[in-house]
Each structure stands twice: as structure tokens, then as C-alpha cells.
């Protein structure tokens, strides 16, 4: 669903753009009350992940796919305010260095994507954990539910945008009804890889997962009245950064493998957008990408000549730069909440003295 460049008008842009910037900063005072020791070396690899998973269009109807777009699975990971950056990172990157979604719909793109998508998958979240068994399996269902629910919602974001500042004269009612149901679709492929996702991390390490926070107990031993075995050394625990260690492994080679391999494989039909614009004429205005000329436009190394060569090494070099920015970003985010507490903490101290 990335915008590009002609589709909405300069001054809705221009507005969407405040609205993104203004959401940004929120969520950057927000994050630092999410990136903990446990989410935050989590937070750049779930930005890489989504992105590559992003590159795997799947069919959905007949000549068109859709892919992922990661706002329900992140809030989920790492709280919908570092969910917020992550798919603003990933937004950034798709259009500098691959001339994906317009540079100057980038507001729209980031509150269409990151902000609405968020919002709503985690509301719908939180609503269903109030509602089903404080259990795994009721995470994974209410994730399932929330990210099916927030593609159709930033679907509706578009329309009601494009009746805002639209570049051509199409009937909204055509637009929202081709929208919505193309995209009621695309939400079910977003459900089941959401939902699979958020249950792999579970099954691991519970601990790690934002939205499971205080439902998910911990195992416990329960002691019977029969006479006591005879006591068996009992395995240190691994220490947690170990575990998180692996976890973090275990997602990087997942987003490469996604990327640099798997990606090849991908529908070649235009997504949900792409398809409702040609069929409805919302594309007689698109304007040329800004990033045309990057070498990794369309997601291919320019001057390597074979396809897939060259689409698995935009993959990779896309997750790590994609890794390196947003893992720039949260540490200087969870930096900034180091700081915050340690002054809270002397400020007590230099008071009672």
C-alpha cells in the first residue's frame, strides 16, 4: 500500500507530513518507556524483519498480491509506540534506497502505515485481551484478529486521504468499495503471518513479547504429599541475554532468508493499491520517483545481471541497513531513558541531604 509521488495533492502531502512528523516525535517520547532491557535489543530487528517480509507478495485474487504491513506485528513485539518507529524506518528506507512509495508522500505513507495500522491492531488488541483466556493462545488469537482488522482500516485512511487531496476525478464510493474489499483480503495473509510470528515468539520466550506482558505466567512447580525424591542438582539458568541472543539470531537469519531468497519467489501481480489505481485511473498522475536513479531502485543492484542474483542482494543489503538505522535510532531512544531515570533517581538523594 506504499503511496507514491502524484496520487495526493501538495497540501494534504504537506499536512499528512505534519501530522507523520508530530506522531514521530510522540512515539520517541513514548518508546523510551517501552525499550527495556528486555525489547530493546529486539526493536531494530523486528524494523528488519518487517521488511523483509514485506518484499514476499502473496496472491490474493486474480491479478493481485499483497504483502505485509507490519504495524500490528510490531505493536505486538515492542509496543505501538516503537512500532510507530519501526515502520517509519522501514517507510524511509523502502524510499531512499529503493524508490518505493514516494518520497514526498512519505507523511502519507507513515500515517497511513505506521500510524493507523498501529493504532488500531493494538486497540483491537487490548480490547480482545480483556475478553479471552489469559493464556498463548489467547495472544495469538487476538493478534490474528488485530492485524486482520488494521489492513481494511488503513485502507479507509487512504480513501478518506485521496477525498482530501485525490490528484484525479474518480467517485470516492468506487475507490472505498475496491479499496476495502481488496484489502479485507490482503488482512487475512497479514493475520496468519502476524499470528504465526507473535506464537513463534511465545513459544520461546514469552518474556520478550510487548502485548503478552503480565498474561502469559511463567511455569510453575506444584509440590505433592508423596515423600520427596531424592534431590537432583538442579541446571543453572541461562542468563537471559543468552536467550535473547538466540532469539535475536534466529529472527536476523529469518529476515535474510526472507529477503535474499524466499523474496524471489514472490507474486510479481501489483499489490492492492497498485491494482485499484489502474482499474479506477487514480495513477494518471503519478509522478516520476525522486530515488529513480538509486542503485538498488525496484529492489535490484544495478549492473548485476541476473534477476535473482540481484533482487537477493538488494534483499540483504536492505534488512542491514534497515537493522542499522532503526537499531541506531533505539539506542539513542534507550539511552535517553537511561538518563531520565538515573537523574530521577538523584534528584531524591540530593534532596534529602
Known amino acids: 500500500m506504499h503511496v507514491p509521488d502524484g496520487f495526493i495533492d501538495a497540501p494534504v502531502s504537506l499536512a499528512t507530513g505534519a501530522l507523520a512528523a508530530a506522531a514521530v516525535a510522540t512515539a520517541l517520547r513514548g518508546a523510551r518507556r517501552e525499550l527495556d532491557d528486555r525489547a530493546a535489543p529486539l526493536a531494530g530487528l523486528v524494523a528488519a524483519f518487517v521488511f523483509a517480509v514485506q518484499m514476499l507478495n502473496f496472491p490474493v485474487a486474480a491479478g493481485t498480491s499483497g504483502h505485509l504491513l507490519g504495524g500490528a506485528l510490531a505493536a505486538i513485539l515492542v509496543g505501538p509506540y516503537t512500532a510507530v518507529l519501526c ?47 489469559r493464556r498463548r493462545s489467547g495472544v495469538t488469537a487476538a493478534s490474528f484478529v488485530a492485524a486482520l482488522v488494521s489492513v481494511p482500516a488503513a485502507a479507509c485512511a487512504f480513501t478518506f486521504l485521496y477525498a482530501l487531496g485525490g490528484t484525479t476525478d474518480v467517485p470516492l464510493g468506487k475507490v472505498f468499495t475496491a479499496m476495502v474489499g481488496v484489502h479485507v483480503l490482503i488482512g487475512i495473509g497479514e493475520a496468519a503471518i502476524t499470528a504465526l510470528t507473535v506464537g513463534a515468539v511465545i513459544a520461546v520466550r514469552p518474556d520478550l513479547v510487548h502485548g503478552a506482558r503480565g498474561l502469559v505466567r511463567p511455569l510453575e512447580l506444584r509440590t505433592s504429599r508423596a515423600p520427596a525424591p531424592e534431590p537432583v542438582p538442579a541446571r543453572a539458568p541461562v542468563p537471559a541475554r543468552r536467550s535473547v541472543r538466540r532469539v535475536w539470531a534466529a529472527g536476523l537469519a529469518a529476515a535474510l532468508v526472507c529477503a535474499g531468497g524466499v523474496s524471489y519467489y514472490a507474486s510479481t501481480s501489483p499489490d492492492g493499491l497498485e491494482k485499484v489505481a489502474h482499474d479506477k485511473g487514480l495513477d494518471s498522475r503519478t509522478e516520476e520517483h525522486a530515488a529513480k536513479g538509486s542503485p538498488l531502485a525496484d529492489y535490484q543492484v544495478k549492473d548485476v545481471s541476473d534477476t535473482r542474483i540481484s533482487g537477493g542482494l538488494a534483499g540483504v543489503i536492505g534488512v542491514g541497513a534497515t537493522l542499522a538505522a532503526g537499531t541506531g535510532v533505539f539506542l539513542v531512544v534507550r539511552r535517553r531513558r537511561s538518563r531520565t531515570a538515573a537523574s530521577a533517581a538523584e534528584a531524591p538523594a540530593a534532596g534529602s541531604v
Do not use: C, E
Request: glycine share 12%; charged share 5%; net charge negative.
Open 87 to 133: 515502520i517509519s524506518v522501514v517507510l524511509l528506507m523502502q524510499g531512499v534506497l529503493f524508490a518505493d512509495g514516494g518520497l514526498t508522500a512519505l507523511g502519507v505513507n507513515i500515517t497511513d502505515m505506521g500510524v493507523v495500522t498501529t493504532l488500531v491492531a493494538y486497540g483491537t488488541f487490548r480490547a480482545l485481551l480483556a475478553l479471552l483466556p
